[in-house]
């Protein structure tokens, strides 16, 4: 049975830092693109971060770009989201999540979701 774990949410201070880490098992996904969304509270959930198979290529929501980092170890099924400069519109719960199809470059057909985390960032 696949499980995404994720962790590393919590409260945070405008402009400060979280990190959170999603640890895939019951199946090997380092041939598919892993990546981040979240949903905040009366609104949908988008994706924010993508990272393909090889880890090479990055993909960012606009509102994220040049804050958000995504990366990925293979080794250890895991994949990371570094966030920094974090804002309260930030706040939202944070999904990691699984592409269905191998090889791909973003997260567009997800086959597995997290069970979320939450992040709430203060004013």
């Known amino acids: 049975q696949v499980q995404l774990d994720e962790s590393g949410g919590g409260l945070v201070q405008a402009g400060g830092s979280m990190r959170l880490s999603c640890v895939a098992s019951?199946?090997?996904?380092?041939?598919?693109?892993m990546g981040w969304f979240r949903q905040a509270p009366g609104k949908e959930r988008e994706s924010i971060a993508s990272i393909s198979w090889t880890g090479t290529t990055k993909d960012y929501a606009e509102s994220v770009k040049g804050r958000f980092t995504i990366s990925r170890e293979n080794d250890k099924n895991t994949v990371h989201l570094q966030m920094n400069n974090l804002k309260p519109e930030d706040t939202a719960v944070y999904y990691c999540?699984?592409?269905?199809?191998?090889?791909?470059?973003?997260?567009?057909?997800?086959?597995?979701w997290g069970q979320g985390t939450q992040v709430t960032v203060s004013t």
């Open positions: 019951g199946g090997i996904f380092s041939s598919n693109a």
């Open positions: 999540a699984v592409d269905n199809k191998p090889f791909g470059i973003i997260v567009r057909d997800v086959a597995h």
